[in-house]
């Protein structure tokens, strides 16, 4: 719904008016063929209509209205009265700073805060209501046996019943016992939904961790058969039976290894042992042929180095 026009100080164009309620648009939203109404008219029309209000076109839905920012940047600026001009309040203020102001207005409508009273007053009025007019305002405690707080309006009249105050205030700690253990189920639920979510999130990053380790212990149980096959094709002598014992152990791990490779500068791959022609000892690596034995050893102690730097 709108703002009424009698609140505005000064006229109001009438583009800025919505053609549902005829008063100063709120939060106007559009439609597409270009009317424009508060948005709390138009969209209980459209959900029940499922059509513009202007009957100009076929259906329409709630996704299709747009918010015209343009239009409240206009609007916002607006002089208006302040909601309790009624109650003497007379300040003008823009449209954007009215929810501030009202805030503190101190015309705005206030209850009396002590039990028993409630009377409707001024903002301005309630704190001298309270301290020197209320008669529900505590003067002391009953001498007659039960303790309980005395008004002033039971002061007046001679005391109170202590047996209707006493069971009047067993009613009120119950009423308070009871919202209490409401609050505390609904707060333990709360945490027990989140305890379960906690506890299923642990359960899952666990399983992922155990996954990972097994990788890789697989893969350093890997590296670790490879290095020692290469140890004792290194130390051998060509053509012995333990160098074809390591050799032949060497065969399914001939190709590259990536993870090594990437992480030993000028290491691209590892190959075979060759007996090729050219070839100069048992050891070979990829682009670079016939190397020492002392080269080979080299090449050996850094391969052993690389899973530390994995």
Known sequence: MGFELDRFDGDVDPDLKCALCHKVLEDPLTTPCGHVFCAGCVLPWVVQEGSCPARCRGRLSAKELNHVLPLKRLILKLDIKCAHAARGCGRVVKLQALPEHLERCDFAPARCRHAGCGQLLLRRDVEAHMRDACDAR???????????????????????????????????????????????????????????SLVAQLAAAQLELQMTALRYQKKFTEYSARLDSLSRCVAAPPGGKEYRDARSCLEPSLRPIPVLASSISGFRSLTCPSSEAGGHGPYKLAGRTGPSRATASEDLERLKRAPEQV
């Not at 405690?141 to 009249?157: I, K, N, S, V, Y």
């Not at 069971?167 to 989140?194: C, F, S, V």
């Open 138 to 196: 505590p003067v002391g405690r009953c001498q007659e046996g039960c303790g309980l707080p005395l008004t002033h309006g039971e002061q007046r009249a001679g005391g109170h019943c202590c047996a209707r105050a006493l069971r009047a205030h067993n009613t009120a700690l119950q009423a308070r016992l009871g919202a209490l253990h409401k609050a505390l189920k609904k707060e333990a639920l709360r945490a027990g939904k989140r305890e379960k």
